[in-house]
């Protein structure tokens, strides 16, 4: 099988790899259409800001790329936002799979800092990506900004506000939290993913 993580310079891609191979998966790292287009998956990762993570996909044409994939495709924290329609994060127009609009927490309870920084849970678990995973199983989250709650909305998570911890669309999935950094809960939900 082959699977491909797209590299550009916005991806947590060695982190992404090396859960991977705890699952028995050898990925490619590459920006090279052809190899993306003839993957049987694909992941896009994401960590940084939005604006110049979407102008290093459009210089490479991965943003159309991407839109015209039929295979399983899943993308991670800043990756699942770049998947939506538009961020507020320095008013970027994202690739548009998904509706929703990613928004930026704003919180008056000191309590509630920003960004979410740790393990949150989730919940309203729906579809193939969250086979044998609890409602109420926790994820790692490392993010500043938000999709709102839609009908692709296929688990959600409270903090601040309740928002969509995960999204899919066809053969489009995203996910906020970082799998690969969620210990058992996380790897299964990666190996959802490869099964799919």
Not at 143 to 154: D, F, N, P, V
Request: one cysteine or more.
């Amino acid at each position: 099988m082959k699977t491909i993580v797209i590299k550009y310079p916005a991806g947590n891609v060695q982190s992404v790899l090396f859960a991977l191979e705890r699952i028995g998966v050898e990925a490619v790292v590459t920006n090279s259409i052809e190899s993306i287009q003839n993957a049987e998956k694909v992941i896009l990762p994401g960590v940084g800001e939005a604006n110049s993570a979407m102008k290093c996909l459009r210089e490479k044409k991965l943003d159309l790329i991407l839109s015209k994939l039929k295979q399983p495709v899943l993308g991670i924290c800043l990756g699942m936002q770049l998947l939506c329609q538009y961020s507020e994060e320095s008013s970027t127009t994202c690739i548009g799979i998904f509706d929703s609009l990613v928004r930026k927490f704003q919180s008056k309870n000191k309590k509630k800092k920003i960004p979410q920084i740790g393990w949150n849970t989730i919940h309203q678990l729906k579809g193939p990506l969250f086979e044998n995973i609890p409602d109420g199983s926790y994820q790692y989250f490392v993010h500043s900004y938000y999709a709102s709650l839609g009908k692709y909305t296929i688990a959600k998570t409270e903090y601040i506000v309740s928002y969509s911890s995960a999204l899919q669309k066809k053969n489009f999935y995203a996910v906020q939290f970082h799998p690969e950094k969620s210990s058992y809960v996380g790897h299964k939900i990666l190996e959802n993913f490869i099964r799919l």
